[in-house]
């Protein structure tokens, strides 16, 4: 599908950045809209609007309409019923960033694909406190899962949920997951992982900017998981980080504070539906050190 102009709500800060400098890059107008915390990059346009407020992202939007919208910070199903309304005859499609944590409930030693939780059957309550960040916090992944449900239930556009991988890459990377390993490994201190540590997907951060870009042009509808190839444990990020920066990573088994990406179930997506359409991603073999070299290579100062 050919893309003009563009909106993104939210997310002009690590991937998001990313996606938006590929649009201007490639001659699409781009309009983002946020609540005016950070500017967005040069060459867009700036609306500053609370997404949680119906009336204010209508009126900041005015008469303006869009060939597609990326909505980088939809958690909860409030959040969706606003931007279903709002959009609705704005725009020719509508792509959410989701995440994995939607399979929080799906334990599985295989890789799981989209079938595994269908938004049309998911329940949606708006009577939950999703407005407090704690509560809203807590149930990430159920406010994705029923934000998802919202938008598949009564679709006003056509609709797309990519269902994130955790991210690595960037000197950006404002998670701190990997600076936790490297500031262990540098103190010589130890790495809480879980008696039986499961392995997750991941998705580099350029990647993960590609393929919204590829998505905004598609023209699939529904669910579709964005991860690369090939599985990585804990122990295969702390190698790529000591590869980084040296030293040795020592592993101890705790029941409780555990390191990031030390998981008790399996957090694997399968994504061979994103690859039947089209898309083809690559082997996390292929960028892990570089992606974690981005990272923890750039703090060594300040650590």
Aim: charged share 25%.
């Amino acid at each position: 599908m050919g893309i003009g102009h563009v909106c993104v709500i939210g997310g002009n800060r690590y991937f998001g950045k990313r996606l938006i400098q590929r649009l201007l890059d490639a001659g699409v107008r781009v309009t983002v809209v946020n609540r005016g915390s950070s500017a967005p990059p040069t060459g867009t346009e700036h609306l500053v609007a609370d997404r949680d407020d119906e009336a204010s992202l209508a009126a900041a939007l005015g008469e303006r309409s869009f060939d597609a919208v990326v909505d980088q910070v939809c958690y909860t199903p409030r959040q969706a019923e606003i931007a279903r309304r709002v959009f609705a005859g704005r725009t020719g499609r509508y792509v959410m960033t989701s995440t994995v944590e939607v399979y929080e409930h799906q334990d599985s030693a295989g890789l799981v694909s989209e079938e595994a939780v269908d938004p049309r059957t998911v329940a949606v309550d708006l009577t939950l406190p999703w407005d407090d960040t704690r509560f809203r916090e807590a149930n990430y992944g159920e406010g994705k899962r029923q934000a998802e449900a919202v938008f598949a239930a009564e679709p006003a556009f056509p609709y797309a949920a990519v269902r994130v991988a955790h991210v690595l890459g960037g000197a950006d990377d404002f998670t701190g997951r990997l600076d936790h390993y490297a500031e262990r490994v540098r103190a010589g201190e130890p790495i809480a992982v879980p008696p039986v540590n499961r392995t997750a997907t991941y998705v580099y951060v350029e990647e993960i900017a590609a393929f919204l870009d590829w998505a905004l042009r598609a023209d699939f509808t529904g669910p579709v998981n964005a991860a690369a190839h090939g599985r990585l444990g804990t122990a295969d990020i702390c190698a790529a980080v000591t590869g980084a920066i040296g030293g040795t990573a020592r592993f101890e088994v705790a029941s409780g504070g555990l390191s990031p990406f030390s998981f008790t179930r399996s957090y694997g997506m399968d994504n061979s539906r994103a690859e039947q359409l089209g898309f083809r991603f690559s082997d996390s073999s292929e960028w892990l050190a570089r992606a974690v070299a981005e990272t923890v290579g750039t703090r060594g100062a300040e650590v």
